[in-house]
T-cell receptor
Framework: EDQVTQSPEALRLQEGESSSLNCSYT??????LFWYRQDPGKGPEFLFT???AGEEKEKERLKATLTKKESFLHITAPKPEDSATYLC??????????????FGKGTLLTVNP | DTGVSQDPRHKITKRGQNVTFRCDPI?????LYWYRQTLGQGPEFLTY????????KSRLLSDRFSAERPKGSFSTLEIQRTEQGDSAMYLC??????????????FGPGTRLLVL
């Protein structure tokens, strides 16, 4: 069964203080690792998809990287508007299901001005 | 591209009542998913449709839950005889397979259910 563990559970940063969020995963036949952002009371908003080890993607202050066992979401010089819960999910071939996403519990990021 | 929409956004019901939620996917997306999310947890998969066919159901989906997608367009999720443990955010997502065989699920705003 696919498993996703995110750390830390919560992270407080000062505006401009760069940091990284971790996503460790166990999956049979990775068919994609996904990062989403979720604001309180709203649905997850798609950020990135990574498919193979060594792949990197960037969007504004965010950069996602992937190894065979984990993914990192690097946040450079964050602003208060980056405050949200960041969710990591994988799609694998576990149990013959290659459709569903398996999510971690998320990292709650708070950026103070 | 108007995004995935869900209705209602909030629902309060009494234990034992039936509730129905609706999801309208992004147009031309043939795949539709339902997930459930409780406080402090990530979304958990419930069920999946490709066009009008329901291809997979999670063990989380008890007999009180039923989902449909008539004509392969909008979908409904019904919960019969609601229980307090059904209180959660119900999320709908849609997707399509690209020519390269890639797929990204786009989520709606969710329906928050509170069972009293």
């Amino acid at each position: 069964e696919d498993q996703v563990t995110q750390s830390p559970e919560a992270l407080r940063l000062q505006e401009g203080e760069s940091s990284s969020l971790n996503c460790s995963y166990t999956v049979s036949g990775l068919r994609g690792l996904f990062w989403y952002r979720q604001d309180p009371g709203k649905g997850p908003e798609f950020l990135f998809t990574l498919y193979s080890a060594g792949e990197e993607k960037e969007k504004e202050r965010l950069k996602a990287t992937l190894t065979k066992k984990e993914s990192f979401l690097h946040i450079t010089a964050p602003k208060p508007e980056d405050s949200a819960t960041y969710l990591c999910a994988v799609r694998g071939l576990s149990g013959g299901s290659n459709y569903k996403l398996t999510f971690g519990k998320g990292t709650l990021l708070t950026v103070n001005p | 591209d108007t995004g995935v929409s869900q209705d209602p956004r909030h629902k309060i019901t009494k234990r034992g009542q039936n509730v129905t939620f609706r999801c309208d996917p992004i147009s031309e997306h043939n795949r539709l998913y339902w997930y459930r999310q409780t406080l402090g947890q990530g979304p958990e998969f419930l069920t999946y449709f490709q066009n009008e066919a329901q291809l997979e159901k999670s063990r989380l989906l008890s007999d009180r839950f039923s989902a449909e997608r008539p004509k392969g367009s909008f979908s409904t999720l019904e919960i019969q005889r609601t229980e307090q443990g059904d209180s959660a955010m119900y999320l709908c997502a849609s997707s399509r397979i690209t020519l390269a065989g890639l797929e990204t699920q786009y989520f709606g705003p969710g329906t928050r259910l509170l069972v009293l």
